[in-house]
């Protein structure tokens, strides 16, 4: 069993920045046997959509209109994952969701919302 937690949303202006944080949990066992691990998003009447993915080894994926701007990274050796989100717009307003593949199944966080906003 793994336990994912978000953290670090918040209200920030366009332009501004924020960095998500996704605790992991459990036995050592379980986060060993994770595959990969994202960040999703859901805006409000959208559906959700990931935005950024990173998979052992350190390969990372990011969708078009955050590449150059979000980062992704992961130590492991405090089980975290992170999202830097530079020069933020108003339409990266949504819940953010952190997400973990084992090999037997899917893992959620419980979602952090970012508002970008004046």
């Known amino acids: 069993q793994v336990h994912l937690v978000e953290s670090g949303g918040g209200l920030v202006q366009p332009g501004g920045s924020l960095r998500l944080s996704c605790a992991t949990s459990?036995?050592?066992?379980?986060?060993?046997?994770?595959?990969?691990m994202s960040w999703h998003r859901q805006a409000p009447g959208k559906q959700r959509e990931v935005v950024a993915g990173?998979?052992?080894?350190?390969?990372?994926n990011y969708k078009e209109s955050v590449k150059g701007r979000f980062t992704i990274s992961r130590d492991n050796a405090k089980n975290t994952m992170y999202l830097q989100m530079n020069s933020l717009k108003p339409e990266d307003t949504a819940v953010y969701y952190c997400?973990?593949?084992?090999?037997?199944?899917?893992?959620w966080g419980q979602g952090t919302q970012v508002t970008v906003s004046s």
């Open positions: 997400y973990a593949a084992t090999r037997l199944r899917d893992y």
């Open positions: 459990g036995s050592s066992s379980s986060i060993s046997s994770i595959i990969g």
């Open positions: 990173i998979v052992s080894g350190g390969i990372t």
